[in-house]
């Protein structure tokens, strides 16, 4: 499984922003998809997921409410769309895969895309 991130770039605080995912490869077996984040100089942390079928997500407390993710079969992708972005979202943003249901939220990730910035100016 390869995913590909993209979309990230300078936002002001309070603004928005969409992060998309390319997913490609043997999709069959994969279970959650989602998005961690690391900002400088700080852990990697789960942010949010979705499973296959779309029906169940699950978000970190910090991102309730502003953040949704989702995805569209059809195209292969997975979106991240944030909104009322606050300068403590400024981190580096990963999209991740997972061939269990229900893992991503507890930190089990079987694949990683590479990272997009988001930043976030006050």
């Known amino acids: 499984v390869q995913l590909q991130a993209s979309g990230g770039g300078l936002v002001q605080a309070g603004g928005s922003l969409r992060v998309s995912c390319g997913v490609s490869?043997?999709?069959?077996?994969?279970?959650?998809m989602g998005w961690f984040r690391q900002a400088p100089g700080k852990e990697r942390e789960f942010v949010a997921a979705?499973?296959?079928?779309?029906?169940?997500?699950t978000y970190t407390d910090s991102v309730k409410g502003r953040f949704t993710v989702s995805r569209d079969r059809a195209k292969n992708t997975l979106y991240l769309q944030m909104n009322s972005l606050k300068p403590e979202d400024t981190a580096v943003y990963y999209c991740?895969?997972?061939?269990?249901?229900?893992?991503?939220?507890?930190?089990?990730?079987?694949?990683w895309g590479q990272g997009t910035l988001v930043t976030v100016s006050s």
């Open positions: 991740a895969a997972s061939t269990w249901r229900g893992a991503l939220a507890r930190g089990s990730v079987d694949y």
């Open positions: 490869g043997r999709t069959f077996n994969i279970g959650d």
């Open positions: 979705i499973n296959w079928s779309g029906s169940i997500t």
